[in-house]
Every structure is written in C-alpha cells, then in structure tokens.
C-alpha cells in the first residue's frame, strides 16, 4: 500500500514538470523516461527525505505509484542521479513559477499586492547525527572540525506560506547583497507591496532598491554598526520610529522553514556543491507542491477583525490569515 498523500503529490508534482519541461532533452534520447517523470521523481525524492537507492527500491514495490507518473519500469538510481546532474536552476525556477500561478489562481485574491519576507536558514549537507559529533568531542578532548553548510535563501508569501523565489550558496555567508536578487524574482510572480527582513539585510541601498524599483514598502531593522553612529535615510526612520506590529508578521517565515524541516527535510545531500544546491532548490520545488496539494487549507481564515495600516505614502488592507500546519 502507497504511503498516505504521496499518490496525489507524485500526481502534481508530474502534471507540474510536464508544464516547464519537454519530453525528452534531445532527438537522440533513449525515450525509456521523459524529463517531466524523473523530475517528479526527484520532487518524490525530497518530499519523503529518500535516497537515490531508497528512490529506486520505492518505485519498484509501489505498482500505484507507478502508474500515476506514467512509469513502464524502474529508473536506476545512477539514471536519477545523472539527472539531476543535468537539471538547471532555471528548469526549477520555471516550475517553482508554475507552482505560485496555480497557488495564486486557487486562492482568493484579497489585496492586488503580497506581503513577503526574506530570509535564508542552513540545510545540513548529510544525515551525520550532530548529538555523535558532539559526543566524540567530548570524549576525544579534539577540537570539532570547521565543516561548510548550505545557505537556502527564500522569498516567502506570508499570508499563504509559499515559496516565491530562492537561492542556494555554501555558508557562512552575509546574504545582505543577495536580498535584490530574491526580491526580483519573487517580483516577477507577483506584485510585491511589503517586504519584511531581519537585520542581515539592513542597507541603504536594499531599502531604496525595495522602495523605488519596485515601489513597495521596506521594513528592515537599523542594527549594523553601533547605536552611536549617525545614519541617514530610511534607516535613520527605521531607528527612529520602527513599526513593531508590522515587523511581527515576519516571523511566519520561520514557521515555514520549521514546516520545510519537520514535514519534508533538514538536508541538502550531496559530495558536491553544485549537487547540493539542486537538492536545496528541490526543497522549496517540494515544498510549494505540498502546499498546492493542500491548497484547501489556505481558505481557512482568522476570526481575527481586519485591520488597516498606512505605510508611509502606501496604504495596503491587511486580513490576518490562519497558517496551522496541515
């Protein structure tokens, strides 16, 4: 017997991939797999935490699963991996695109502009079990080894919990340049009237991007360097008067990436980086897919009164949104 909800997820995630992706990458292929098919086995992959060889072995005892992606017989791990290998970051970010269209066109649209936030949280790069290290260091008396991890970076929709943009690069890193590459992109799936950030991202010149490119408002807190130092502009506002009750709101991000973590992984596996940046962007691929296989539970509202806020020069119609985790 299948796992429960996994023959609905392998059912949007390959009508998903069948929207960004040919059928096959050249004239030349075997045809034995579309590209659509192994995509959606790799989103599989991520949203039950399986290995390459644990992927292979699913397959061949879930004869249902195998026929919701259309599947003759049995990938080899090294065909999944080789795969994966090829796959691009802009194939994912076409079906991570895909995924907000048909979360948006699924819910009801009560405001013309969305309330993001960025934020990016660490992805371990295995399933070595940190109480282990820890405890051989403990017991060896040897300092612990200095060891990379990956840095997920994400555009969040706060009001439905859902993946607009992302980016992958090796930690520890200050994302503060980043936060215009994010934005951009999440810009391109929708109109953005609010972007909230944490003090990592505190700059000018990330305020005057948010403000004047896209004309929304930013809300970032003035903390980088001391209390004493005299600051100008829009973060000279943010230390002088910072909106408390709308910065609030930025904390359902870390909702998501507790959500990201306990429902699907805290891993990027992977020997190397580039690999383990696929598997990060898969992540959120897998993520936005579970959302829209539980997009249902986005109409839940709060019983919570609207309430009206005025932004500066922008005046934007805040419903607060009940987020439970289904």
Same mark, same amino acid.
Request: proline fraction near 3%; charge should be positive; glycine fraction near 6%.
């Given at each position: 017997?299948?796992?429960?909800?996994?023959?609905?997820?392998?059912?949007?995630?390959?009508?998903?991939?069948?929207?960004v992706?040919?059928?096959?990458?050249?004239?030349?292929?075997?045809?034995?797999?579309?590209?659509p098919?192994?995509?959606?086995?790799?989103?599989?992959?991520?949203?039950?935490? #399986?290995?390459?060889?644990?992927?292979?072995?699913?397959?061949s005892?879930?004869?249902?699963?195998?026929?919701?992606?259309?599947l003759?017989?049995?990938?080899d791990?090294?065909?999944?991996?080789?795969?994966?290998?090829r796959?691009?970051?802009?194939?994912?970010?076409? $079906?991570?695109?895909?995924?907000?269209?048909?979360l948006?066109? &699924?819910?009801?649209?009560?405001?013309?502009?969305? +309330?993001?936030?960025?934020? $990016?949280?660490?992805?371990a790069?295995?399933?070595?079990?940190?109480?282990?290290?820890?405890?051989m260091? @403990?017991h060896?008396?040897?300092?612990?080894p200095?060891?990379h #991890?990956?840095?997920?970076?994400v555009?969040?929709?706060?009001?439905?919990?859902?993946?607009?943009?992302q980016?992958?690069?090796?930690?520890?890193?200050?994302?503060?340049?980043?936060?215009p590459?994010?934005?951009?992109?999440a810009?391109?799936?929708?109109?953005i009237?609010?972007?909230l950030?944490?003090?990592?991202?505190?700059?000018?010149?990330?305020?005057?991007y948010?403000?004047?490119?896209?004309?929304?408002? &930013?809300?970032?807190?003035a903390?980088?360097?001391?209390?004493?130092?005299?600051?100008?502009?829009?973060r000279?506002?943010m230390r002088?008067?910072?909106?408390?009750?709308?910065?609030?709101?930025?904390?359902?991000?870390?909702?998501?990436?507790?959500?990201?973590? +306990?429902?699907?992984?805290a +891993?990027?596996?992977g +020997?190397?980086?580039r690999?383990?940046?696929?598997?990060?962007?898969?992540?959120?691929l897998?993520?936005?897919?579970?959302?829209?296989? @539980?997009?249902?539970?986005?109409?839940?509202?709060?019983?919570?009164?609207?309430?009206?806020y005025s932004?500066?020069?922008?005046?934007? @119609?805040?419903?607060?949104?009940?987020v439970?985790?289904p």
């Open positions: 017997m299948a796992e429960v909800g996994l023959l609905p997820f392998a059912r949007i995630a390959l009508q998903v991939s069948r929207a992706l040919p059928r096959y990458r050249s004239r030349f292929s075997k045809r034995q797999f579309t590209q098919q192994l995509l959606a086995i790799l989103c599989l992959m991520r949203y039950e935490d #399986w290995t390459f060889r644990e992927a292979e072995v699913r397959l005892e879930h004869r249902e699963l195998r026929q919701v992606l259309g003759v017989s049995v990938p791990f090294t065909t999944l991996y080789r795969f994966l290998q796959l691009d970051d802009q194939s994912i970010d076409r $079906a991570v695109g895909e995924t907000v269209r048909r948006r066109g &699924s819910l009801r649209q009560g405001r013309k502009r969305a +309330r993001v936030a960025v934020d $990016a949280t660490g992805l790069q295995g399933a070595v079990s940190t109480f282990f290290v820890r405890r260091h @403990h060896g008396q040897k300092p612990l200095w060891r #991890w990956l840095k997920w970076v555009a969040v929709d706060l009001d439905h919990q859902f993946v607009l943009s980016l992958a690069r090796r930690g520890p890193w200050n994302d503060c340049a980043n936060l590459t994010v934005v951009e992109a810009s391109q799936q929708t109109r009237g609010l972007v950030a944490d003090a990592e991202f505190d700059s000018e010149r990330n305020h005057t948010i403000r004047k490119r896209l004309g929304a408002q &930013s809300v970032i807190p903390k980088r360097g001391k209390k004493t130092w005299r600051v100008h502009g829009v000279a506002q002088s008067a910072f909106p408390k009750r709308i910065y609030g709101r930025r904390a359902l991000i870390e909702s998501l990436f507790s959500s990201v973590k +306990r429902k699907l992984s +891993r990027a596996p +020997r190397s980086l690999t383990q940046m696929r598997q990060a962007l898969l992540l959120g897998s993520f936005n897919l579970y959302r829209l296989k @539980h997009r249902r539970l986005f109409l839940r509202m709060s019983t919570e009164p609207d309430a009206f932004i500066g020069s922008l005046f934007v @119609h805040f419903r607060p949104v009940s439970g985790k």
